[in-house]
Nanobody, 124 residues
């Protein structure tokens, strides 16, 4: 049984930082595994933010967060992180972690098999 649990969301002023965590159980980091962060703001479509290939260490970012967000992993803890710096009001959204890409691009929301419940980030 695969379970993803996000934490670390909250309210912050513009220019501030937050670090999101995604604790993963039942899914092995490595090989062809894929992990990603998505977000969805009210009235907007879900957006892929960043993705990570744990086995190869490769990452990809949406243009809107490049240079400000960093995705990383801790294999010993089976946890993925999203360090968010220089936050902007437009970063306000519910953030979700996802695992196990089955089809499509790394930031394709339709391709991931497992999802967390989300953690809210509000930037004012």
């Amino acid at each position: 049984h695969v379970q993803l649990v996000e934490s670390g969301g909250g309210s912050v002023q513009a220019g501030g930082s937050l670090r999101l965590s995604c604790a993963v159980s039942g899914y092995t980091f490595g090989g062809n595994s894929m992990l990603a962060w998505f977000r969805q703001a009210p009235g907007k479509e879900r957006e892929g933010v960043a993705a990570l290939s744990p086995g190869f260490g490769a990452t990809v970012y949406a243009d809107s967060v490049k240079g400000r967000f960093t995705i990383s992993q801790d294999r010993a803890r089976n946890t993925m992180y999203l360090q968010m710096d220089k936050l902007k009001p437009e970063d306000t959204a519910m953030y979700y972690c996802a695992a196990d890409l089955r089809r499509g691009g790394w930031l394709s929301g339709d391709g991931y098999n497992y999802w967390g419940q989300g953690t809210q980030v509000t930037v004012s």
